[in-house]
């Protein structure tokens, strides 16, 4: 069974700081992407950052570029997200989800390219 469980969401002031987890299993770590999306209230879904397993490649968005740095533990088959530096923005339900990668595969902005996806976290950040 395919599983992929966030963990570490919370509330937070503004200028703080979190550490979102995203624990995987029940396919081969090394053979996907794992992404972060965030969505708002009222707002529709975004791709906040993005990791290749096998080669470490990552992806950020604009908006988060320079306060979140992704990385992977493959033995663990879990990937970060080192938030630091947070803003009200960035308030949200924060997902992770896996893409296949390989053969021009591998971290997008678009959600389609998604297979798996875990249950959701909140983030809050209070101004």
């Known amino acids: 069974e395919v599983q992929l469980v966030e963990s570490g969401g919370g509330l937070v002031q503004s200028g703080g700081s979190l550490r979102l987890s995203c624990a995987a299993s029940?396919?081969?770590?090394?053979?996907?992407?794992i992404g972060w999306f965030r969505q708002a209230a009222g707002k529709e879904r975004e791709g906040v950052t993005c990791?290749?397993?096998?080669?470490?490649?990552?992806w950020y968005s604009d908006s988060v570029k320079g306060r979140f740095t992704i990385s992977s533990d493959n033995a663990k088959n879990t990937v970060y997200v080192q938030m630091i530096n947070l803003k009200p923005d960035d308030t949200a339900v924060y997902y992770c989800?896996?893409?296949?990668?390989?053969?021009?595969?591998?971290?997008?902005?678009?959600?389609?390219?998604?297979?798996?996806w875990g249950q959701g976290i909140q983030v809050t950040v209070s101004s």
């Open positions: 029940g396919f081969t770590f090394e053979d996907y992407a």
């Open positions: 989800a896996a893409a296949r990668a390989g053969a021009g595969l591998g971290c997008s902005e678009n959600e389609d390219s998604y297979m798996y």
């Open positions: 990791i290749e397993a096998y080669d470490r490649f990552t």
